[in-house]
């Protein structure tokens, strides 16, 4: 489990008033075999309460979901919210769900199979989200003594206008 809490204020001498909340959890369980299921569950909001959100919410405390780490039919960034222009704006608050299969081919050497589900809300009245993107995808591990080496696809069941079919992402270490 992983969490962080922000506070900005103007009573703590800050310039600006908000809260952003982050929250993860997952969950892997060996089944046998060189077999492995791992669920992950990410939930995050940023409020303005003392505030208004155009004057007191910095750009780059939205979330921009997508990535190797997030949702992997997407680049970094590229899942959250746009503008009627098609500028990334960022999200206030994110959902992000991930189920995940590996088999072990060798003791160094796995292929993977997952699926991403994120929801997303421009603003945060409309918490949860209200908007779902979701891909799913496999790849390769080959596991290393500073983590897995990633090569993974992930293909988008439904894309929005400028969103791309699929991304090929390729990192080092464990997803979530």
């Given at each position: 489990?992983?969490?962080?809490?922000?506070?900005?204020?103007?009573?703590?001498?800050?310039?600006?008033?908000?809260?952003?909340?982050?929250?993860?959890?997952?969950?892997?369980?060996?089944?046998?075999?060189?077999?492995?299921?791992?669920?992950?569950?990410?939930?995050?909001?940023?409020?303005?309460?003392?505030g208004s959100a155009a004057q007191d919410l910095p750009f780059n405390k939205r979330f921009f979901p997508g990535g190797q780490?997030?949702?992997?039919?997407?680049?970094?960034?590229?899942?959250?919210?746009?503008?009627?222009?098609?500028?990334?704006?960022?999200?206030?608050?994110?959902?992000?769900?991930?189920?995940?299969?590996?088999?072990?081919?060798?003791?160094?050497?796995?292929?993977?199979?997952?699926?991403?589900?994120?929801?997303?809300?421009?603003?945060?009245?409309?918490?949860?989200?209200?908007t779902g993107l979701f891909s799913v995808g496999g790849g390769v591990r080959w596991k290393t003594i500073i983590g897995p080496?990633?090569?993974?696809?992930?293909?988008?069941?439904?894309?929005?206008?400028?969103?791309?079919?699929?991304?090929?992402?390729?990192?080092?270490?464990?997803?979530?």
């Amino acid at each position: 489990m992983f969490s962080t809490i922000e506070l900005a204020t103007e009573y703590l001498a800050g310039d600006v008033n908000y809260q952003r909340f982050e929250l993860s959890s997952s969950w892997h369980q060996p089944l046998g075999g060189g077999r492995l299921l791992s669920l992950g569950l990410s939930h995050a909001v940023v409020l303005t309460v003392g505030g208004s959100a155009a004057q007191d919410l910095p750009f780059n405390k939205r979330f921009f979901p997508g990535g190797q780490n997030s949702i992997r039919g997407y680049t970094e960034g590229e899942a959250s919210p746009r503008d009627d222009q098609g500028r990334i704006i960022g999200a206030e608050t994110y959902t992000l769900g991930t189920v995940e299969f590996e088999q072990a081919l060798t003791p160094k050497w796995a292929l993977v199979v997952f699926s991403d589900s994120l929801g997303i809300a421009r603003q945060a009245a409309q918490y949860p989200f209200d908007t779902g993107l979701f891909s799913v995808g496999g790849g390769v591990r080959w596991k290393t003594i500073i983590g897995p080496v990633r090569l993974e696809y992930g293909y988008n069941l439904n894309p929005r206008p400028r969103d791309p079919v699929g991304t090929l992402q390729f990192s080092l270490g464990f997803p979530f």
